[in-house]
């Protein structure tokens, strides 16, 4: 199968998107691919089979987990080298983001196959694209580790990020690592709690992270089932410009005539004239 549709090419691995909860989130060029290839490589067969009776597709299937990964990686480059089509599918969303499936992809690039991806459902985009926040930049940042300690100084590393950040987490761990974003980024940033995206119990909340906490322990409901953080960067250090520009003016008022003296304040710290002058004749007249 081409990019633009039609049957499935011989010696290519196609990785498929398929829906992060609500079955019907399958796009027709996945349906078509899965229906079209000779073997279908999945994380977790019974999970995908769900989803392939569901739309009527019958398809060879594989396991693909992440424990056998590497040996599956051999097996579907034999596969694609004896010329047969393959479809790489993960139990939900996109193979490879948070999902095994990269080896594989290495293993098929490595020795040289046709590696074509059939975007789709993403739980990341999913949450980044009803968060309202402006994603001009954001950082997918996963799962953070589950131990307190490392997973409280990989926040550290990132609590002078600019850019969004977006974390995956399962429903144990929710309370304690949206405690510890607040700990770490402090408690005035902004953060979206997706959770089941796409599924009955969808349920988004955007607060301050310092409210996080009691949003979650408002309802046993809220800490259930699977999780998207979208959490806002680092903010911009604003330079208090005229605490700089006052001791840019002490300094120079020391040594220049007050006229002098402003016109160079203005060129160095690129503040106003009126305000440097006021703030000059204040300076001088506290001397
Ligand atoms: N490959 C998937 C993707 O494209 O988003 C991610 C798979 S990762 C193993 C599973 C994690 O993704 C979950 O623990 C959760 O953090 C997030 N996730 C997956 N589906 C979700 C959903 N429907 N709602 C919220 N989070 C979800």
Redesign the pocket.
Same mark, same amino acid.
Not at 133 to 160: D, I
Not at 255 to 260: D, M, S, Y
């Given at each position: 199968m081409s990019a633009g549709g039609g049957t499935a090419l011989p010696g290519t691995l196609y990785v498929v =998107?398929t829906p992060? /909860?609500?079955l019907g989130d399958v796009t027709l060029r996945a349906l078509e691919v899965l229906r079209s290839v000779d073997v279908i490589a999945a994380e977790d067969t019974r999970i995908t089979s769900k989803l392939l009776n569901r739309h009527g597709v019958a398809g060879r299937l594989i396991a693909v987990h992440e424990h056998n990964e590497r040996r599956a990686a051999e097996t579907v480059a034999g596969l694609l080298a004896g010329g047969k089509s393959v479809a790489l599918v993960? &139990? =939900? /969303? #996109?193979? /490879?983001? +948070? &999902?095994p499936g990269a080896r594989v992809v290495a293993a098929a690039r490595a020795a040289g196959h046709v590696v074509v991806p059939v975007p789709g +459902?993403? *739980? *990341? +985009?999913? @949450?980044l694209s009803a968060s309202g926040f402006e994603a001009g930049r954001f950082l997918f940042c /996963?799962?953070l580790p589950s131990r307190a300690a490392e997973r409280r100084r990989v926040l550290g590393e990132l609590a002078g990020e600019r850019a969004l950040m977006v974390?995956?987490? *399962?429903p144990h761990r929710i309370k304690d690592c949206v405690a510890d974003l607040c700990a770490v980024f402090g408690g005035a940033r902004e953060v979206l709690i @997706?959770?089941?995206? #796409?599924?009955l119990h969808?349920t988004l909340h955007r607060c301050r992270l310092e409210a996080a906490g009691e949003w979650l322990q408002g309802d046993d409901h809220r800490r259930r089932?699977?999780?998207?953080l979208v959490v806002e960067g680092a903010p911009e250090i604003v330079q208090d410009a005229s605490a700089g520009a006052e001791d840019v003016l002490k300094t120079l008022l020391g040594e220049l005539p007050l006229k002098q003296a402003v016109a160079l304040a203005v060129k160095l710290t690129g503040g106003n004239r009126n305000e440097l002058y006021g703030l000059a004749l204040k300076l001088k007249g506290e001397n």
């Amino acid at each position: 199968m081409s990019a633009g549709g039609g049957t499935a090419l011989p010696g290519t691995l196609y990785v498929v =998107a398929t829906p992060i /909860g609500n079955l019907g989130d399958v796009t027709l060029r996945a349906l078509e691919v899965l229906r079209s290839v000779d073997v279908i490589a999945a994380e977790d067969t019974r999970i995908t089979s769900k989803l392939l009776n569901r739309h009527g597709v019958a398809g060879r299937l594989i396991a693909v987990h992440e424990h056998n990964e590497r040996r599956a990686a051999e097996t579907v480059a034999g596969l694609l080298a004896g010329g047969k089509s393959v479809a790489l599918v993960s &139990d =939900a /969303g #996109t193979p /490879g983001i +948070a &999902d095994p499936g990269a080896r594989v992809v290495a293993a098929a690039r490595a020795a040289g196959h046709v590696v074509v991806p059939v975007p789709g +459902a993403n *739980a *990341a +985009a999913a @949450a980044l694209s009803a968060s309202g926040f402006e994603a001009g930049r954001f950082l997918f940042c /996963g799962f953070l580790p589950s131990r307190a300690a490392e997973r409280r100084r990989v926040l550290g590393e990132l609590a002078g990020e600019r850019a969004l950040m977006v974390f995956y987490e *399962a429903p144990h761990r929710i309370k304690d690592c949206v405690a510890d974003l607040c700990a770490v980024f402090g408690g005035a940033r902004e953060v979206l709690i @997706a959770r089941e995206l #796409t599924k009955l119990h969808e349920t988004l909340h955007r607060c301050r992270l310092e409210a996080a906490g009691e949003w979650l322990q408002g309802d046993d409901h809220r800490r259930r089932g699977e999780f998207v953080l979208v959490v806002e960067g680092a903010p911009e250090i604003v330079q208090d410009a005229s605490a700089g520009a006052e001791d840019v003016l002490k300094t120079l008022l020391g040594e220049l005539p007050l006229k002098q003296a402003v016109a160079l304040a203005v060129k160095l710290t690129g503040g106003n004239r009126n305000e440097l002058y006021g703030l000059a004749l204040k300076l001088k007249g506290e001397n």
